[in-house]
């Protein structure tokens, strides 16, 4: 058979292929330690599993309403509605719930992103939103962020990166790889260049939105005037650790865009996992399990502590998320590093370069304290060597 161009052309997800080379040395005995996925290991909350254990027993078996079940969608609302600094007021008919943050970002991209139309992404940025503009036949705008901005876009690069083909801007925030989280201010300025330029739509990529460990992230929804042209996206998967049950969102106040992108949707996949979609229901409306956070942040101090012990690894502190993103080109490109440390050290982490940041290595603490202080002993020891070669 003959692949299709588009298809030939796409890239792996660099993040799912190393944790796949990662369980493959697994299955062959070699002790590997996994700080590839970005993935939470803890289990799924009980009363969450109960109550996609209850859809399943009350036969919440057949297909669902394309853009997602009332009862959810109206959850996502008032979740949304009480988020940080939110002052737009969202209603259930602006929602679309889909396999994942995933799919809610790829099918937000095939909606808007025709062949030539200019997608702005600053970098470091996750692996998939570049593949997913290219599906779409648009263009991909890289816009690389500096470490002393804290890898957050300023509105002299906004600006400079808008051409008359702009159609869409991608913002991540807490941010995957980098850790990073834009203020109320960054984001102010970012809105003042954005306000000149009303036909630009936004799509906030929020789904780290609940892992922060300071400051909390506000959410792009704080600017009314940019109701009609923001794309909110959220999920399931990282702050429930939910990452199988596969249910993210999409939010929006553009009408036709919610009924296109339900259109879409239609054709794909008719609607999400629906016993999956109670659960996502429960998650959003049974008080939220404080203990993921927390378990994160005494990670995340673990780590940057471990980090700054290892020689050379220069970074920011991450303020959300579960990642570090040190730079390693004291001892060369992040490629030789990522392929260094899983070979001497038996530790995968993913390069940089999948984020596109040659500089740096992801490293993602959603793996057990014992394991990221062996880890981290692993790559100090490694790294010490890799010095004198
Ligand atoms: N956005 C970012 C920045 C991510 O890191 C991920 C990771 N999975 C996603 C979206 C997709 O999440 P989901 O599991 O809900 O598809
Ligand atoms: N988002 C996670 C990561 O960056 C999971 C893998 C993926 O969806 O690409 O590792």
């Given amino acids: 058979m003959t692949l299709s161009t588009r298809i030939a052309g796409l890239a ?4 799912l292929r190393m ?11 070699i002790d590997v330690i996994s700080m590839a996925l970005g993935e939470p290991d803890m289990d799924t909350p009980e009363p969450i599993r109960r109550a996609a254990q209850a859809a399943i027993d009350h036969h919440m078996s057949h297909y669902g309403p394309v853009p997602g079940l009332g009862s959810l969608r109206a959850a996502i609302v008032a ?4 988020r940080e600094g939110n002052r737009i007021t969202y209603a259930a008919e602006d929602v679309i719930v889909s396999v994942g943050a995933k799919q809610a970002i790829c099918n937000a991209i095939e909606t808007l992103i025709g062949p030539d139309d200019e997608v702005i992404i600053p970098t470091p940025s996750w692996v998939s939103y570049g593949e997913m503009v290219r599906l779409a036949e648009g263009m991909v705008v890289n ?7 804290d890898y957050c876009l300023t509105p002299e690069q906004l600006r400079d990166a808008i051409t008359s083909r702009t159609k869409l801007v991608l913002l991540c925030s807490p941010n995957n790889p980098t850790g990073s989280i834009y203020s109320k201010t960054n984001l102010d300025e970012l809105v003042a260049v954005l306000r000149e330029y009303p036909q630009i739509a936004v799509l906030s990529d929020e789904i780290y939105s609940a892992l922060t460990y300071g400051q909390p992230a506000v959410t792009l929804a704080a600017y009314p005037e940019m109701a009609d042209r923001l794309i909110i996206v959220n999920g399931v998967s990282k702050a ?3 990452t199988g049950y596969r249910i993210g969102w999409l939010l929006t106040k553009d009408k036709a865009f919610v009924a296109a992108c339900t259109r879409l949707q239609s054709q794909q996949i008719t609607c999400a996992s629906v016993p999956a979609q109670a659960a996502a229901e429960a998650a959003l409306t049974l008080p939220m399990d404080e203990s993921i956070v927390a378990t994160f942040a005494k990670r995340r101090e673990l780590i940057i502590r471990l980090a700054q012990e290892i020689p050379g690894f220069r970074f920011s502190a991450p303020q959300g998320a579960f990642y570090l993103f040190p730079d390693v080109t004291t001892y060369g490109t992040a490629d030789e590093v990522t392929e260094y440390l899983l070979r001497e050290a038996h530790v995968a982490v993913v390069s940089g370069t ?3 940041c040659p500089d740096c290595i992801r490293l993602s603490y959603a793996i057990a304290e014992e394991q990221i202080i062996e880890a981290m002993r692993r790559i100090k020891v490694a790294i010490e060597k890799y010095n004198f070669c």
């Avoid at 792996?12 to 993040?15: F, H, I, S, V, Y």
């Avoid at 944790?19 to 005995?29: L, W």
């Avoid at 979740?79 to 009480?82: G, T």
């Avoid at 816009?143 to 901005?149: N, S």
């Fill in 12 to 15: 792996e997800a660099p993040t």
């Fill in 19 to 29: 944790a796949a080379q990662c369980r493959a040395m697994q299955a062959q005995g």
């Fill in 79 to 82: 979740h949304q509605n009480s």
């Fill in 143 to 149: 816009v690389p962020t500096r470490r002393e901005d």
């Fill in 240 to 242: 429930y650790a939910m």
């Fill in 354 to 356: 999948a984020f596109g």
